[in-house]
């Protein structure tokens, strides 16, 4: 049974989508996923496509193939690819970039936020 998005939900899309750090990207199918069941990576496209370009980096939401899947929605078609480039993601000729290079995780972010910690406190211990 699919759930219609509704404001909540887009706002834990976007939510989501602000944490990803530039040069890196998350598939619409990694966003449905943390939402739960009942969503797809279909709803979360067609709640992407409404994103206010200017508080939300949704050029760095692509598909699970590492494509880009605005061509058809947005001019000029390689607007999302060339914003990607700019943050230093690569892509091949056939427009698919390394995903095991360039994916981000949110969970990689508490790991890294508790490294820097312990790190910190390495440094006081002498």
């Known amino acids: 049974m699919n759930k ?6 887009r706002e834990r899309v976007y939510e989501i989508v602000r944490r990803i750090p530039r ?3 998350m598939t619409y199918g990694q966003i449905a996923y943390i939402l739960g ?4 990576p279909r709803t979360v496209g067609f709640v992407m496509h409404g994103a206010d370009e200017k508080r939300t980096p949704w050029h760095r939401v692509i598909n699970s193939q590492g494509r880009c899947s605005t ?4 001019l ?3 607007k999302q690819q060339r914003l990607l480039e700019r943050e230093g993601v690569k892509f091949d000729a056939s ?4 995903l095991e290079a360039f994916i981000w995780h949110p969970d ?3 790991a890294e936020k508790a490294e820097a910690a312990k790190a910190r406190t390495a440094l006081y211990r002498r």
């Open 108 to 110: 990689h972010e508490k």
């Open 71 to 74: 061509g058809r929605l947005v």
């Open 23 to 25: 040069g890196r990207v």
């Open 4 to 9: 219609k998005p509704d404001h909540h939900y």
């Open 95 to 98: 427009g698919r970039c390394d």
């Open 37 to 40: 069941e009942g969503y797809t």
């Open 76 to 78: 000029p078609a390689d």
